[in-house]
């Protein structure tokens, strides 16, 4: 504030000498001064100041005070910087929901003397302490196949002429399992079929095996009664 002030009051003392003789351009406005008569002490003659005629041109006032300013290190004004505009955000596309697929249907399913082979079953392994078998359905059609294969190639055993051991047979339609076992039977009906695997000893400890986590059931019947494919397997 002190240099500012300072700066004004010398300006104003220049201004007032430029009166006297300064050059101007050919834009510059013109001040006249008054004239004034003085006598020097000491000597009889008079001296008359003429006026003086001076231009003064407001170029000179400019560099005056760019001058005086850089010597008091006046600050300038700091010149309005534009503010920045906001920029729109873009807004995210919302992600497409994942649709729940159908689940496909089983094109297999047990005919009405496999549930009732699937009761049986479940139901010895429930009064043992066991968890029920989960039906595999295509294991289940594997099964059937190896009833009907024995019906009509009129035999009776584990063992396929066609199919090889259960395990081959298994290996053969894309089963996958850790262990396996199968049991096989031949009766009048589906519990008398039921009856004759829990009073035989290895067959039982099929039915009964923890290990075992599925099962697949194959039902056919026959001029004779019914023959039965049981094939287990844990996952």
Request: hydrophobic share 35%; aromatic share 10%.
């Amino acid at each position: 504030m002190f240099k500012k002030t300072t700066s004004m009051l010398l300006v104003s003392l220049l201004i007032l000498l430029f009166c006297f003789s300064i050059p101007g351009n050919a834009q510059a406005k013109t001040i006249t001064s008054h004239s004034w008569k003085y006598t020097i002490s000491g000597n009889n003659a008079g001296y008359t100041i003429k006026p003086v005629t001076a231009k003064i041109s407001f170029n000179s006032f400019k560099w005056l005070r760019i001058n005086l300013d850089q010597y008091f290190n006046i600050p300038k004004s700091p010149q309005p910087q534009p503010q920045p505009q906001p920029q729109p955000q873009p807004q995210p596309e919302p992600e497409p929901q994942p649709q729940p697929q159908p689940q496909p249907e089983n094109p297999y399913s047990l005919n009405k003397m496999e549930e009732e082979m699937l009761g049986y079953v479940n139901q010895a392994r429930a009064n043992a302490g066991l968890k029920p078998l989960v039906v595999d359905y295509e294991l289940s059609r594997v099964a059937r196949i190896k009833s009907n294969d024995m019906k009509e190639n009129n035999y009776f055993s584990h063992t396929s002429p066609k199919y090889g051991s259960p395990f081959e047979m298994m290996n053969a339609f894309g089963i996958k399992y850790r262990t396996a076992g199968e049991n096989i039977a031949k009766n009048s009906s589906v519990l008398g079929a039921h009856t004759s695997l829990m009073n035989s000893e290895g067959h039982r400890r099929n039915i009964l095996n923890s290990s075992f986590t599925h099962i697949g059931i194959g039902i056919v019947s026959t001029n004779s009664g019914i023959i039965v494919t049981q094939m287990f397997i844990g996952k």
